[in-house]
């Protein structure tokens, strides 16, 4: 028989919730923490969300009919036709990828910001009760997951640009914007604080948002019952709000960056 963990106070409560089921890379061990780890839970729950979302897109894709559409078919068009809204109103010109792009990105983090939803000790339980002594399953309160995302889109915008002004274009304008040529390290440095500061920006906007509400969530979860129910029904309304806000930020910032590389300074 799995005995399960019990904390023994609130700060030690907090603290199993908020703690990663790590994999040590050099001994393959489960760990408490360190550099070279993997968080696992965050791995699997982010996988098993990406095909959440697209095994139903790909059957609708395939099934879709225009006789009679079902609940599923007209909800994905209503979130393909708003994607695709997003990327025409601000991307000039034509790019089917980038409709994919927005569509995949609102999805998959609002899905993953869904999870906070979840009461915080139903999962972490049924996991304990089958030997995984920590799960946290709002992915985008890990930092690793939303920069992860921010990084991806970093590369994505660096690749456009260079398609939109060539290779020498591009650097052309690293070296020689805004002050000549005269001042290249300056505008190079300026650019590259640019860069680096929008992925930045962009992980721990969506990380802050998710963090702290998932914090919130636990410190409902240690008040007496009579009160956190009214408190956690008002907080999760309210919170509906912010997941999808939040989700809605990151695809409309990764839509404006990638738009921006059509513009020359």
């Given amino acids: 028989m799995i005995e399960v963990h019990q904390p023994a106070n609130s700060t030690e409560y907090i603290q199993h919730h908020m703690t990663h089921l790590m994999l040590n890379l050099h001994n393959g061990t ?3 923490g360190g550099f070279w780890t993997l968080n696992i839970d965050t791995l699997v729950v982010s996988f098993l969300l990406g095909l959440l979302f697209l095994i139903p897109f790909w059957i609708v894709a395939k099934r879709a009919t225009s006789d009679t559409p079902g609940p599923l078919q007209n909800l994905i068009e209503i979130l393909v036709n708003f994607a695709d809204k997003q990327v025409q109103e601000t991307y000039r010109g034509y790019s089917s990828f980038l409709g994919a792009l927005a569509l995949t990105i609102f999805v998959w983090v609002f899905i993953a910001n869904f999870m906070d939803l979840i009461p915080v000790d139903l999962l972490p339980w049924g996991a304990e009760h089958v030997g995984i002594p920590y799960l946290r399953v709002v992915t985008s309160a890990d930092l690793n997951f939303t920069f992860g995302l921010s990084v991806s889109v970093f590369f994505l915008t660096l690749g456009f640009a260079i398609y939109e002004k060539g290779s020498l274009g591009y650097l052309k304008e ?15 440095v300026m650019h590259v604080i640019e860069e680096l500061a929008r992925p930045v920006s962009l992980s721990l906007r969506l990380f802050g948002n998710m963090y702290a509400g998932e914090l919130i969530f636990i410190l409902i979860a240690l008040i007496p019952w009579w009160t956190q129910w009214p408190l956690g029904l008002a907080w999760s309304i309210f919170h509906i709000l912010i997941i999808t806000l939040q989700a809605f930020i990151f695809m409309v910032l990764t839509i404006v960056y990638i738009s921006l590389t059509k513009d020359s300074h």
Avoid: S
């Fill in 174 to 188: 690293l070296l020689m914007t805004p002050f000549g040529v005269w001042f290249a390290p300056v505008n190079f």
């Fill in 30 to 32: 489960l760990t408490n």
